[in-house]
């Protein structure tokens, strides 16, 4: 590690020296030439070698909480590592990028940041091309970024380390992208957190069900799953740090198979949610095929799990499902909706929907429409079908015009945008607990979070704003169609 130079160790009277550090013993063996100029420019070169053989990264997230959540991974195996996070890529000796292709725009996205930083890599800077991305371009990339020098997928991070030493041994080619049959998950008890309010825990890696238009498969690899005890462990190391808040994630969250063979799904999420300290338990992404009654019921009765299910149905057409591989059809998937809503607590639904699927008729979108009427959603996630490299869904006949894509999804926004409104403005008059996420300065407003997962913005009387994590009691005053206005109480 570089040691600051101080004023006392240039005047060491030579019959004091003692040699300090790489930098003191240059500067006293130059001073006794009598040279001092030589002395001051020789040091200064020096400093300058030392902060460059520094190890230091930058690290840039695409994609979801998964991607998100494995930076925090992959942060804290660099720190253990010797490598110090900087917060621009100037500053860095080490570039990475912890990539997302689940659409095509966020693929292109890397490429062009890649050729951006072109003259970085001229300043003698490494670049690594880390996650789905990674995995889906292989070492094709090194063709398209010649100067990319890391290649991994998500499977392979538990090699790291070994990956970073042959970096630095000045390797130029390397690459982790045959992990994906593994069964060990990337698991580290260097997790360096970054979220200051919720702590995630990745519970299952990898998916199986191979969706037609989906390329998680392929890039993350097979489903494989933590052992009970280790997620519990885990929970409690959060909720030791002070965290409240824990949100379990997995590809496929609810597909969950104890390695162990201990605990279902709704009974680890039960068991996270009596760890002593922890006020509230979030999971994501659940499948409409693997959601189980026992999850309500696990809800209804263990209080710290929050009033949410997110379960994305993709379309309203059993039709369109089956193209889409879902496993899964209205029917079955309404059926799993009525469950929820007959909790004794208020679930709050959100989904994922893809509009123009290749073959999706104007009928096949009415149904979905239909269906977006019918469970009344607090938020949906819409989107245009986007062809991904190696999916089955691009052999299937795209007929559907980029235009006809925007006008169904413009529909069902505007629509849902409808729902959301009378939905939110139900709550007026309430008290919600509210837990803190930050502050929105321009509107002197606290901002924060239900336990619907709901934004809920605020005032409140203190003359300091209350910290992220801490939790307000807010009477709700205001309702707009994707927030909440209050005031504390
Ligand atoms: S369930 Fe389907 S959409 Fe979700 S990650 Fe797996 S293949 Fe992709």
Not at 121 to 148: D, M, N, S, T, W
């Amino acid at each position: 590690m570089h040691r600051q130079p101080s004023r006392d160790r240039e005047h060491i009277p030579c019959s004091n020296r003692r040699l300090y550090g790489t930098d003191e013993f240059f500067a006293v063996t130059v001073m006794q030439s009598g040279n001092r100029g030589f002395r001051f420019n020789l040091r200064h070169d020096i400093l300058k070698i030392a902060m460059a053989t520094e190890k230091t990264f930058y690290l840039e997230t695409f994609g979801c909480q998964m991607n998100a959540h494995d930076s925090e991974k992959v942060i804290g195996t660099l720190q253990q590592q010797g490598y110090r996070q900087v917060e621009s890529e100037e500053d860095a000796g080490l570039i990475l990028y912890n990539t997302c292709s689940i659409r095509d725009k966020a693929e292109q996205k890397v490429f062009n940041r890649l050729n951006d930083y072109k003259k970085l890599h001229k300043a003698g800077k490494r670049f690594g091309v880390l996650g789905c991305v990674a995995q889906q371009e292989g070492g094709k990339i090194f063709e398209r970024a010649p100067y990319v020098s890391l290649v991994s997928g998500s499977a392979s991070y538990r090699k790291l380390p070994e990956m970073l030493a042959r970096l630095e041994s000045g390797e130029t080619r390397i690459t982790g992208l045959d992990d994906r049959q593994t069964d060990e998950t990337f698991e580290t008890e260097f997790t360096a957190r970054q979220n200051p309010y919720r702590g995630y825990i990745t519970i299952i890696e990898g998916c199986d069900k191979f969706c037609s238009y989906c390329v998680v498969p392929y890039t993350r690899g097979k489903e494989r799953s933590r052992s009970s005890s280790s997620v519990l462990a885990e929970a409690r190391r959060i909720a030791d740090m002070g965290y409240t808040e824990i949100q379990l994630l997995g590809q496929n969250v609810n597909s969950y198979r104890d390695a162990e063979g201990k605990s279902s799904f709704a009974e680890l999420l039960a068991s996270v949610g009596q760890v002593p300290g922890i006020r509230r338990v979030r999971f994501t992404t659940s499948h409409p095929r693997d959601f189980t009654r026992d999850i309500v019921e696990a809800i209804d009765a263990v209080p710290t799990l929050c009033d949410h299910v997110h379960l994305p149905v993709q379309s309203g057409s059993s039709r369109v499902l089956k193209l889409m591989a879902r496993e899964y059809t209205r029917e079955w998937y309404l059926e799993r909706i009525s469950w929820i809503k007959a909790a004794r607590r208020p679930i709050s639904l959100s989904t994922d929907i893809i509009v123009g699927f290749p073959g999706e008729t104007p009928d096949d979108f009415i149904e979905t429409m239909d269906l977006l009427a019918e469970v009344e959603y607090d938020c949906v996630f819409g989107f245009k079908y986007s062809a991904r490299p190696n999916t089955p869904a691009l052999t299937m006949i795209d007929s559907i015009s980029e235009a006809e894509k925007s006008h169904r999804l413009q529909v069902l926004l505007d629509r849902q945008r409808e729902i959301q409104r009378v939905n939110y403005s139900k709550h007026l008059g309430q008290i919600i607990e509210v837990m803190v996420e930050g502050m929105n300065p321009a509107r002197g407003q606290v901002a924060g979070r239900s336990s619907q997962n709901k934004p809920v913005n605020f005032t409140c009387a203190q003359p300091i704003a209350p910290a992220p994590g801490s939790y307000a009691q807010v009477r709700i005053t205001g309702a707009f169609p994707n927030s909440l206005v209050g005031e504390a109480v």
